[in-house]
């Protein structure tokens, strides 16, 4: 008699975007963390820059969390050119500063997490 096997949850892409090493790779530890305390799978893919994100754009990424103040193409400006094509991605900036708030709601960003990111914030996100 064959088996009922365990249903494998999806994993949900997410990007996450900072030009400073150091904030991404601590954004891609907590979310390893949270995804492995809670049973998600996260298939993370890391940019350091908007333009490394907007190469061939394709519109997979179910979460994209952005900081906001970069160099060249910043999270604001990359932002906007996804919405372009991708009008479900979830988008969260992150930022030491707040004063981009307003600025979100033009693509409907769904948060902001202020650097540096802990792991409460991002399990209230």
């Known amino acids: 008699m064959p088996t009922a096997s365990a249903s494998v949850p999806r994993a949900l892409s997410i990007g996450v975007v900072d030009d400073d090493p150091q904030e991404l790779a601590h954004l891609t530890a907590l979310l390893d963390r949270y995804a492995q305390e809670h049973g998600h799978n996260f298939r993370i893919t890391q940019f350091d820059d908007g333009a490394a994100l907007l190469v061939d ?69």
């Open 57 to 125: 754009y394709a519109p997979i990424y179910d979460i994209l969390i952005l900081d906001i103040q970069m160099p060249g193409i910043d999270g604001m400006r990359a932002a906007t050119a996804i919405r372009k094509v991708d009008s479900s991605v979830v988008l969260i900036f992150a930022t030491k500063t707040a004063q981009y708030a307003v600025s979100g709601y033009a693509v409907q960003a769904q948060s902001y997490l202020l650097k540096p990111i802990s792991s409460f914030a991002l399990s209230t996100e």
